[in-house]
């Protein structure tokens, strides 16, 4: 059984075990081998929580065998990550046919008789919807831990969003839950959402019974941390740019990391593979991963450059995908990496990439567009456009530069007419007309004047519309781009 630390792994494992108490004719045993320090004490442990006296004279390993042949015993060992070295023992005791071993480690075993059952956080709902609020395990644990702690205070009907969003917040894993939980004594829900999206230090409890590998999430991190081998925790640092996931491809051309890199990364609980190929870090994961990151201001401007180029080059290249045959399936694409996606446009506005910019921003627009995300477009362009307007005095406005703000600025108009804003709509896109036909932008000056065409027929300005349209078709048509030409005569 394996799971990240924090993951509920223990009380899964006690679970489990209680359930087989009818099926196994000599009892249980669990064996918390948090206190074994080296390989060699395994078999002590397991001798121990068996009342098994080791005589002196001859192999522990061998006795303990010999003792559990004509035995039926269901057998947990707990917290197995740190003396994984010394696990071979037990393949050799499965030997015995009565007994059923469970090992609990954020690292797999590698032995030939394993079964891997991966922990996954608790369930929880995938929207803020209210409707379906029961029947997630997520929900019922944080629910079960406020009536601890503010047992007068039930919690009520208006505080299920924010009790959904710190259970998204933590991605359903239980310790972080009661860590949060532990702060409803002093703080409003609404603050500790606050805080868990900002602050990983806040995950802690001053609780005295509680073992001190699980007194905060950054002891649990750390530990696991300390576990790993330089190069892994070098590896492990850069693929803390992902945001939404990532696939092989995008691992190698990013972090410089191979296949067999991510299966050891995968092994330790560190990665979560989904049944689509994607690999996935746990949140509060990343989050750790990335202050160590951040310590590093030429590795983080290094590989968030790199992690930006991969991204809106990918992008650029999908601008016909979305207007093909295969449309769904083009957006699609783009979405299971819109996370991604996002984190590199606004790294490129922060570094002012204009050229990468420029080339991703008609893929980028038609993708907001045509999955109706008019908000969401607005926000993007919106936020590039403030980001581009706010260089240096002595910045050169170089063409590129002009041009991408322009491009920036009409579709940002272009949505904003899509919410119904028609007045900043047509000056916005005027503006953008413009600027656009003073950088010769003719393509660019085409879809401008469409949008600036479908904004004063919103307004009911039907002549003014016509003739922007037919100004629209004649610069598509003197570029001959044929999808252009659909799209004006469309309207």
């Not at 191979?258 to 593979?273: I, P």
């Not at 969401?376 to 041009?403: K, N, V, Y």
């Amino acid at each position: 059984m394996t799971a990240p630390g924090g993951s509920g792994k223990t009380r899964l494992a006690i679970e489990v075990a209680a359930s087989q108490t009818d099926h196994v004719r000599d009892g249980l045993a669990f064996v918390t081998l948090g206190m074994v320090r080296e390989p060699d004490g395994i078999v002590p442990a397991i001798a121990a929580e068996l009342g098994l006296t080791l005589p002196g004279n001859v192999d522990p390993e061998q006795h303990l065998l010999d003792w559990l042949r004509d035995r039926s015993v269901f057998l947990v060992l707990d917290n197995a990550e740190h003396v994984i070295d010394g696990m071979p023992v037990v393949g050799r005791l499965l030997a015995a046919p009565g007994i059923t071993i469970l090992v609990t480690s954020r690292e797999r075993l590698h032995l030939q008789g394993e079964w891997v059952y991966e922990v996954d956080g608790l369930s929880v709902p995938t929207s803020d919807s209210t409707d379906s609020f029961e029947g997630y395990g997520s929900i019922e644990l944080l629910g079960e831990r406020l009536r601890q702690v503010r047992p007068r205070t039930p919690m009520r009907h208006e505080e299920r969003p924010v009790v959904i969003r710190i259970c998204q917040l933590v991605e359903g894993m239980p310790l972080a839950i009661e860590l949060a939980a532990a702060w409803a004594h002093s703080l409003t829900l609404d603050e500790i959402e606050g805080q868990v999206r900002r602050n990983l230090d806040f995950l802690s409890t001053p609780l005295r019974d509680v073992p001190d590998r699980h007194r905060s999430m950054r002891a649990v991190f750390n530990q696991t941390w300390q576990m790993l081998t330089a190069d892994e925790q070098a590896a492990y640092r850069r693929l803390s740019v992902f945001q939404d996931g990532f696939l092989l491809q995008a691992a190698g051309a990013v972090a410089d990391i191979s296949a067999s890199d991510l299966a050891a990364l995968a092994a330790k609980s560190l990665l979560a593979q989904q049944a689509d190929g994607r690999y996935r870090i746990h949140g509060l994961l990343r989050q750790y991963d990335a202050e160590l990151m951040e310590q590093s201001e030429r590795e983080y401007a290094h590989i968030h450059d790199r992690h930006c180029r991969y991204f809106l080059t990918y992008l650029a290249g999908c601008e016909e995908a979305p207007t093909g045959g295969d449309q769904r399936a083009a957006l699609d694409d783009i979405e299971s990496d819109f996370g991604n996606i996002r984190m590199a446009w606004n790294w490129a506005g922060q570094q002012r990439s204009v050229d990468l910019i420029t080339d991703a921003t008609h893929a980028f627009w038609l993708f907001h567009v045509m999955r109706g995300w008019m908000r969401e477009g607005a926000a993007t362009f919106g936020a590039m456009l403030e980001a581009l307007d706010h260089g240096s005095e002595d910045e050169p406005q170089t063409t590129s530069l002009l041009l991408a703000r322009a491009e920036s600025l009409s579709r940002y108009g272009g949505f904003q007419s899509g919410l119904g804003r028609y007045d900043e709509a047509v000056a916005q896109l005027a503006q953008g007309v413009a600027q656009l036909r003073c950088l010769d932008a003719t393509r660019e000056v085409g879809l401008a004047l469409n949008m600036l065409s479908a904004a004063h027929h919103l307004q009911g300005n039907s002549q003014e519309s016509k003739r922007l349209l037919q100004e629209s078709l004649a610069c598509y048509r003197q570029v001959d781009d044929q999808w252009g030409i659909a799209f004006s005569l469309n309207d």
